[in-house]
Antibody, heavy 131, light 111 residues
Framework: EAELVESGGGLVQPGRSLRLSCRTY????????MAWVRQAPGKGLEWLSF??????????EHAASVKGRFTISRDDSTGIAYLQMNSLKTEDTGVYYC??????????????????????WGKGATVTVSS | QLVLTQSPSASASLGASVTVTCTLS???????IAWHQQQPEKGPRYLMR???????STGDGIPDRFSGSRSGAERYLTISGVQSEDEADYYC?????????FGGGTKVTVL
């Protein structure tokens, strides 16, 4: 059974950095894209970043709200995804979830319509940005 | 740009049915979506995806009282025979050109 475990959360001052890790179990990590999603207190889910599998370029994408401050990466040899968060702001406070991103294609080479959907979630890591 | 719109709340009596709706913005009305459930104080859980042709596929271990469908720009999650543990927030999610998007969420209350 696939499982994701986040770590690295905590209390950090504004302007500082933090790196979250997402350890994965029970599936072939290299075959999947991975995503980070956060939830501010009392709010909904917000997509932050995702990184494709190397078979589909390995390229990363980031939401406009974190572009230039957050960087997603992956280590296929250890099955870990990371989220490096720099220049943290108080509004970055929340629970950060790691998710496995499965790819569905309508043709064999995935050249036509395709989409990613998050089909396995971790339990989350809490990040509090405060002075 | 792709925007997913959900009503903030829905309710149903125990054992009745409830339908949650996700509306895709203009230009994206044929897109596939996924539904996720978030019970109080828990992380999200994947429920199902609804493909662009309207067929749906549920995740592992999801009870068969959960079903999906589509009509035009709308995507539906229906819970038949609602149980107390179905009281939760439900989010739709989709993808376009390197960007993933969530709807604002619908809080389902079981009466």
């Amino acid at each position: 059974e696939a499982e994701l475990v986040e770590s690295g959360g905590g209390l950090v001052q504004p302007g500082r950095s933090l790196r979250l890790s997402c350890r994965t179990y029970g599936f072939r990590f290299a075959d999947y894209a991975m995503a980070w999603v956060r939830q501010a207190p009392g709010k909904g889910l917000e997509w932050l970043s995702f990184i494709r599998s190397k078979a589909h370029s390995g390229a990363a994408e980031h939401a406009a709200s974190v572009k230039g401050r957050f960087t997603i990466s992956r280590d296929d040899s250890t099955g870990i995804a990371y989220l490096q968060m720099n220049s943290l702001k108080t509004e970055d406070t929340g629970v950060y979830y790691c998710a496995r991103d499965s790819l569905e294609c309508t043709d064999a080479r995935c050249r036509g319509y395709h989409y990613y959907y998050m089909d396995v979630w971790g339990k989350g890591a809490t990040v509090t940005v405060s002075s | 740009q792709l925007v997913l719109t959900q009503s903030p709340s829905a309710s149903a009596s125990l054992g009745a049915s409830v339908t949650v709706t996700c509306t895709l913005s203009s230009g994206y009305t044929s897109y596939a979506i996924a539904w996720h459930q978030q019970q109080p104080e828990k992380g999200p859980r994947y429920l199902m995806r609804i493909n662009s042709d309207g067929t749906y596929s549920t995740g592992d271990g999801i009870p068969d009282r959960f079903s999906g469908s589509r009509s035009g720009a709308e995507r539906y999650l229906t819970i038949s025979g609602v149980q107390s543990e179905d009281e939760a927030d439900y989010y739709c999610q989709s993808y376009d050109s390197g960007t993933q998007v969530f709807g604002g969420g619908t809080k389902v209350t079981v009466l």
